[in-house]
Structures are given as structure tokens and as C-alpha cells.
């Protein structure tokens, strides 16, 4: 090899500058104007804990009033500044001269230190917005168990609840018409002096008594009022019903309509019923919804 001996060139001759190969300067000119960020007065030395903190908010080494570069640019050109820097001593270096060979590797550790110290910065702040989010999505979108029982809708009962009717943003009621389960949502958002109503639509099976026929299409309407900011209670049930008499499926027949005027009537209505798994109606559970806008993780 011709690269064996301090100060012994080439033998094949080919750089003032080195005896085994050339040897070209890198730019370190532009990396630097771009971490200047327009600032002709900013001189980078190291990662202060200024740069840091303007790191963790993405907004580069020198951010100004009315730019800041991001973080991924300012990486970009510090680890550009830095082996450019690096590479350029690194090309008058005599490796015979042990004090010049020890004052590179010094400062060959000071930029390496530089760089891991700008990207530990960068990612701490990566860390901080995930934690910021993760907080904020357990906070926007929570669900509390506030009653669990099971009362008969008909009977208008009072559920008392567990936390304030205040803390939350909407109510889910959990209901079993028949065999199926059903769930109606309220809003909060005016208050608990505000009267709520959910409708829910559901087929039923046929009731004799009343000539309706089996498949009718029933509008079923809780009425919800709160006496106080512990306690939810079922107003009213009624039903609104669709369907037919007298016909048969798959074919045109007349349409029956019936409209249940009271809470009253309409039990008298599901308790006659021609299938009995279809006539119970209970309240099973109350939960608690917080949906809210908890702000960006971004920008403080």
C-alpha cells in the first residue's frame, strides 16, 4: 500500500494534499446559512439548552419571529455542517503531528456530541407531543358506568346515579325491547333542565287484540328527565306503530297506523302481544359519555 508512511507520498502521484487519494472540500457554507435561518449575526457552537428547547417544539436550532425552520431541515444540515466540517480538517491534517491528530478527534467528539444532542432533543419532544396525545385521547373520549340494574321501562322509574349528571357531555341507555338490546344516546349539552327524547325503531311481532298483524315498524319514544343532578328518570313510553291487517307478507295490503297516546296504553298494547318474548321492556345500564375538544399537543 502507498499509504504506510507520515509524509511519504503516492508513488503513483496524485494529490498535493494526500499520498492516497484526492481529497475534496465539502460545502459547509450552505448548511450553515440555512441554520442561520437568515440571521447573519448567529454563530453555532453547540446545542444549547435554547436550541434544545426550540428542538423539542420542532422549530429548528435558530428559529426568528417570523420563520422557523423544522426540525428535520435543521438536522439535515447540522449532521451536513459536521461531517463538512470534519472531512474539510480533516484533509490538511498531519497524522504525524499528534497534538493537531488529538485536536481533531476532540473535535470530531464535540460534533458528534452536537448532533446526538440535537437528535435526543428532537425525539424528547417527539415523546412529550405522544404523551400530550395519549393523555388527551384518554380525556376526549371517556365512558363511566354510572347505573346498572333492571327496571321495567312502562313503570317511568328513577335511576339514581353515581357522579354528578354535570361531569359529562352525553348519557348512552342501554335498553332490552323483547330479545333485542337497544342503545339510546342524549345530550347534556344544554343542561339538566332540558327534557330529552330518544326514539328508537324496532319490529314487533303481531297483536291480535289490536288486528295488527305480524313485521309492524314501531317508533318507540323514551321520554328522559333528570329531578337532579343524581338521577335520571324515565318520563314517558310510547309507541307510534306501522303496519298492516288482515294481509300478508310479500304482498300489497292496507296500511294500519296507530299512534298510542300514554305510557298506559301502550303497555296495555306490548303486554297483549301475540309473542311473548317480545312484550318485556327494561332500562339495563346508564353510562356516562365525556366527548370534548381538549386542544392541540402542538404549539404549547
Known amino acids: 500500500m502507498g499509504c504506510t508512511t507520515c509524509g511519504q507520498g503516492n508513488s503513483q502521484g496524485s494529490s498535493s494534499n494526500s499520498?492516497?487519494?484526492?481529497?475534496r472540500a465539502m460545502d459547509v457554507v450552505t448548511p450553515l446559512n440555512d441554520?442561520?435561518?437568515?440571521?447573519?449575526n448567529f454563530c453555532f457552537s453547540e446545542i444549547t439548552d435554547k436550541i434544545c428547547e426550540n428542538l423539542k417544539n420542532d422549530e429548528g436550532i435558530n428559529p426568528s419571529a417570523?420563520?422557523?425552520?423544522?426540525?428535520?431541515?435543521?438536522?439535515?444540515?447540522?449532521?451536513?455542517l459536521a461531517t463538512g466540517?470534519?472531512?474539510?480538517?480533516?484533509?490538511?491534517?498531519?497524522?504525524?503531528?499528534?497534538?493537531?491528530?488529538?485536536?481533531?478527534?476532540d473535535s470530531l467528539l464535540s460534533w458528534q456530541w452536537n448532533v446526538d444532542k440535537a437528535l435526543i432533543c428532537a425525539i424528547c419532544g417527539l415523546w412529550d407531543v405522544v404523551h400530550c396525545l395519549d393523555g388527551k385521547t384518554r380525556n376526549s373520549v371517556r365512558v363511566v358506568n354510572l347505573w346498572e340494574g333492571s327496571k321495567n321501562v312502562f313503570d317511568t322509574p328513577t335511576m339514581p346515579v353515581s357522579q354528578s349528571l354535570?361531569?359529562?357531555?352525553?348519557?348512552?341507555?342501554?335498553?332490552?325491547f323483547g330479545t333485542e338490546r337497544v342503545v339510546g344516546r342524549v345530550s347534556l349539552e344544554g343542561g339538566i333542565s332540558n327534557f330529552a327524547t330518544i326514539t328508537m325503531m324496532d319490529k314487533v311481532a303481531g297483536n291480535s287484540g289490536y288486528g295488527i298483524d305480524a313485521g309492524a315498524i314501531v317508533a318507540k319514544e323514551v321520554g328522559v328527565q333528570y329531578p337532579n343532578d343524581k338521577n335520571v328518570k324515565l318520563d314517558h313510553f310510547i309507541w307510534s306503530l306501522t303496519g298492516m291487517s288482515g294481509g300478508s307478507l310479500d304482498t300489497v295490503s292496507p296500511a294500519v297506523f296507530l299512534a298510542l297516546?300514554?305510557?298506559?296504553?301502550?303497555?296495555?298494547y306490548s303486554d297483549t302481544q301475540d309473542v311473548a318474548a317480545d312484550r318485556p321492556h327494561t332500562i339495563d345500564k346508564i353510562e356516562g359519555i365525556i366527548s370534548r375538544d381538549t386542544g392541540s399537543c402542538i404549539g404549547g
Open 166 to 176: 354535570n361531569d359529562f357531555d352525553y348519557l348512552d341507555l342501554h335498553f332490552r
Open 66 to 80: 417570523t420563520h422557523s425552520n423544522s426540525d428535520c431541515d435543521d438536522l439535515s444540515s447540522l449532521n451536513d
Open 261 to 268: 297516546s300514554s305510557t298506559a296504553k301502550t303497555k296495555n
Open 19 to 23: 499520498g492516497c487519494c484526492d481529497l
Open 85 to 105: 466540517s470534519l472531512h474539510n480538517a480533516l484533509m490538511t491534517l498531519n497524522l504525524c503531528d499528534v497534538d493537531a491528530y488529538k485536536c481533531w478527534l
Open 35 to 40: 441554520i442561520r435561518n437568515g440571521d447573519e
